[in-house]
């Protein structure tokens, strides 16, 4: 039986289930058969929102980048705590690959603020 749902639900729904079986199955093995069945949608449905498999997939990170950016702004914004860890909560939240390293961050800053020559004489075994 044919379920009608908002036009955004049934986006969001497309790109969930894409997500999951992109991580379990990879992107090159995930067809868009295997979207459509697991969704429980028409072919038609799927082309409707998006062009084609990429698309998809386009659209996942950049529903990522949104969600990133949203939670880096609300630790920003939360002046209980104080400037250098709403920076550093920030970054993490942009930049998990840094993981919970601080030398990580600081490098980050100096990076940024400095450049990376400030950095490098920094560095330098005296």
């Given amino acids: 039986m044919r379920v009608v749902k908002p036009a955004e639900e049934r986006k969001n729904e497309i790109l969930d289930v894409a997500e999951k079986l992109f991580v379990e199955k990879g992107f090159d093995n995930t067809s868009t058969n295997d979207i459509i069945n697991e969704v429980g949608i028409a072919r038609g449905t799927l082309y409707y929102h998006f062009k084609s498999k990429e698309d998809i997939l386009g659209a996942i990170v950049e529903r990522i980048r949104r969600e990133k950016i949203a939670e880096a702004a609300a630790i920003v914004a939360d002046r209980k705590i104080p ?34 020559s400030y950095l490098e004489m920094r560095l330098k075994v005296v």
């Fill in 83 to 116: 400037l250098l860890e709403r920076l550093t909560g920030s970054v993490l939240a942009l930049n998990p690959r840094f993981g919970r390293s601080t030398l990580k961050i600081r490098i980050f800053f100096l990076m940024s603020f400095y450049g990376i």
